[in-house]
């Protein structure tokens, strides 16, 4: 009898519990705005404080990731952005002490540019960092699948756009001599408010996107094993078909015997 299901969902074979890739790791994009939120919003009143607790975040989320790896929540680890939000603090923080005032004033240009820097970078080598986002979403024989990577490709882009426009924002209160007044309405839509939200929209559609177009992945174990039809030399094998010896055959005579078909399914683990 032929099969003519499809394989039937991951989660039949592994279900999903409470820290599994279908619960925390689809949700990690959001963990790198912890740190990239904090540092935006304090920097310009509380350059120090912002840096040290943008520091403190970034690694604490790598260490959480590493503990939610070892648990069977993410499918890999360690994620680049995680890494490089905690470099960009670091060096930001250490720098504040010796810079303070340029810190200060030119910070959204820093982290932004090294952010957008990154992304197109990656994007550019054909290995968009939301790669390791995305395959957060489907089983592991899925994660070279072409719309997986081009769903990174898609959510990347946004991440790309999102982090060129707070860089160039930042011109409105800087050309406008407001970049020293935290209360300034230019200062705090420009370079706090506008940069946070951007960010988030970008996260939100690295969560949403995934979902619209890898429903069929997420759904199955990375592809379709559904049986062939193959035709097999019973010859071949040794003991001929069905456990009964091969025909005798003289010397230049063929086989009479026709191939005969048999079931070949393959299915995945």
């Known amino acids: 009898m032929w099969a003519t299901q499809r394989v039937s969902s991951e989660t039949q074979f592994e279900p999903p519990g409470a820290c599994s890739p279908y619960w ?35 690694g604490g989320i790598i260490l959480f990731g590493l503990l939610c790896r070892l ?21 930001l923080l250490g720098m504040s002490y010796a810079e303070t005032h340029d810190i200060i004033k030119y910070t959204p240009f820093i982290a932004n540019s090294v952010f957008s820097a990154f992304v197109v970078v990656s994007i550019a080598f054909r290995v968009p960092f939301t790669l390791q986002y995305v395959r957060q979403f489907v089983p592991r024989a899925s994660a070279t699948h072409d719309q997986v ?34 209360s300034n309405a230019l200062n705090l839509v420009f370079r706090i408010i506008l940069p946070v939200f951007f960010a988030l929209f970008a996260a939100i559609f690295t969560r949403i996107w995934p979902v619209k177009v890898l429903q069929m992945l997420i759904q199955s174990i990375g592809f379709d094993s559904a049986p062939r039809k193959v035709m097999v030399n019973p010859l071949a094998f040794p003991g001929g078909s069905g456990g009964m010896p091969p ?3 003289g010397s230049g005579v063929p086989s009479t015997m026709p191939p005969m078909q048999m079931q070949v399914h393959a299915v995945a683990v």
């Open 24 to 58: 925390v790791g689809v949700n990690a994009i959001f963990l790198p705005l912890i740190p990239y939120t904090i540092a935006t919003a304090l920097h310009d009143t509380h350059v120090h404080l912002a840096f040290i607790l943008g520091t403190a975040f970034s």
């Open 71 to 91: 648990a069977g929540g993410y499918r890999s680890w360690p994620f680049l952005f995680e890494i490089l939000m905690l470099i960009v603090n670091a060096v």
């Open 149 to 182: 990577t081009r769903a990174a490709y898609y959510t990347s882009a946004a991440w790309a756009v999102a982090f060129v426009a707070n860089t160039l924002i930042y011109l409105v209160p800087l050309c406008e001599g407001k970049d020293w007044q935290h």
């Open 247 to 249: 025909p005798f055959l």
